[in-house]
């Protein structure tokens, strides 16, 4: 890693290593978004100030990839907290029902064609949802998924197990 390179509140972290990883944080946060485009760029523009900023510090205990997944899903947590939170109250005023939210296929299922088995993911436990996803699609090990969801890597192995079972199930009926 060059001097030059280096992020000055974040010194184990270079602009090439986030550069070379920016199409899977992206790609992350529109799954944390419900794939609008405009809030997942807000997301990770979010989470690089974090990271310039020094609010986020990397100290190695993780890849930087694990890191920076984390970092855009504690945001979106939060954001999507405040969100319910002025809905419930937008709800309580209006005494109308709060509309469900939409869920689009992620652009990689129907790149594949492959609707059914997005449709399946779709189906399962948000924790399955995420463990499958970060595995599969983002292309983490299940120890790494699990830091990224705030889980122990057993309980990650156990979501991943159900949910390549629940699958099986699903796409065998």
């Known amino acids: 890693m060059r001097d030059s390179d280096v992020l000055d509140n974040n010194p184990h972290i270079s602009q090439s290593a986030l550069e070379a990883?920016?199409?899977?944080?992206?790609?992350w946060a529109l799954s944390?978004?419900?794939y609008e485009r405009?809030?997942?760029?807000d997301l990770v523009q979010q989470t690089y100030v974090e990271l310039l900023t020094g609010k986020a510090k990397f100290e190695d205990r993780s890849s930087?990839?694990?890191f920076v997944f984390s970092v855009v899903q504690n945001l979106a947590r939060s954001r999507y907290r405040r969100k319910a939170s002025r809905m419930r109250l937008i709800q309580s005023?209006?005494?109308q029902p709060m509309p469900e939210p939409a869920t689009e296929p992620a652009a990689e299922a129907e790149v594949s064609g492959?609707?059914?088995?997005w449709q399946a993911v779709q189906e399962l436990p948000q924790r399955q949802r995420d463990i499958i996803?970060?595995?599969f699609?983002?292309?983490?090990?299940?120890?790494e998924a699990s830091r990224v969801m705030g889980v122990t890597t057993g309980t990650g192995r156990v979501h991943y197990d159900r949910a390549k079972k629940a699958l099986r199930v699903k796409l065998d009926a």
């Open 21 to 27: 990883i920016h199409d899977q944080v992206f790609g």
């Open 32 to 34: 944390r978004c419900d």
């Open 38 to 41: 405009a809030v997942a760029e």
């Open 64 to 66: 930087l990839k694990t």
């Open 93 to 95: 005023v209006a005494q």
């Open 114 to 117: 492959n609707a059914q088995l």
């Open 133 to 135: 996803e970060l595995v």
């Open 137 to 143: 699609c983002r292309e983490l090990t299940i120890d």
